[in-house]
């Protein structure tokens, strides 16, 4: 494929300032300044898991919390990949991974298929990981699949270790949208009976 897939999301409200871009085709490079540590270390972790190539320069209103910023990025990240995906020709659409981290196995299944749905099947063990709120996961996650238009799903098989089980929710996220997001030769057109996605 000789066209790269990339795209450039910019969002401004009175909480967060974010601009976003967003490459399915990269090398696995982040540049990332971010607000919330954990965040930047998480997305990290997702780009260089998946292979893309993802800016963010994301600050808001971390003084009240970290939900705003989070929640919003996750709103860019996920309208950057509808976009970057543009028409979905020749495009492996399904993808999935599940992935060890020490104690800790999580599987990881998304759907392009343009139907936005989260289905979350897991209880984090902590309420904070450093100072980072760990009920925001679910939120970056709920909104990234919202605005990606995708059904993804999110099964944590057993951990205890609450950094671990994010962690690998995100790298398990990136392998299976590597996946997905993939050409295959062998698909003509969009791959739905429907003819369309």
């Not at 990234?144 to 098989?157: F, K, P, S, T």
């Not at 996946?179 to 698909?187: K, M, S």
Request: some cysteine; overall charge negative; aromatic content about 6%.
């Amino acid at each position: 494929m000789t066209e790269i897939r990339s795209s450039s999301i910019e969002r401004n409200t009175r909480e967060t300032e974010i601009k976003l871009d967003f490459s399915v085709d990269g090398e696995g490079k982040a540049d990332l300044d971010v607000q919330v540590p954990f965040l930047s270390h998480m997305l990290e972790l997702f780009t260089k898991h998946g292979l893309f190539d993802l800016s963010v320069k994301g600050h808001g209103d971390v003084e009240v919390d970290d939900h705003h910023l989070t929640e919003d990025i996750g709103i860019c990240l996920g309208q950057a990949l509808r976009q970057a995906i543009g028409d979905k020709f020749g495009m492996k659409r399904y993808g999935s991974m599940t992935l060890p981290m020490d104690e800790t196995l999580v599987t990881v299944a998304v759907d392009l298929s343009d139907r936005p749905h989260l289905e979350w099947r897991a209880e984090l063990p902590k309420d904070r990981v450093g100072t980072f709120d760990t009920e925001n996961v679910h939120e970056f996650f709920w909104k990234l699949a919202v605005e990606a238009r995708m059904n993804l799903h999110i099964v944590l098989h057993h951990g205890h270790n609450t950094h671990h089980i994010i962690e690998a929710m995100f790298k398990a996220l990136a392998r299976a949208l590597d996946e997905a997001t993939q050409i295959d030769p062998r698909v003509k057109g969009v791959p739905s009976t429907k003819g369309s996605l």
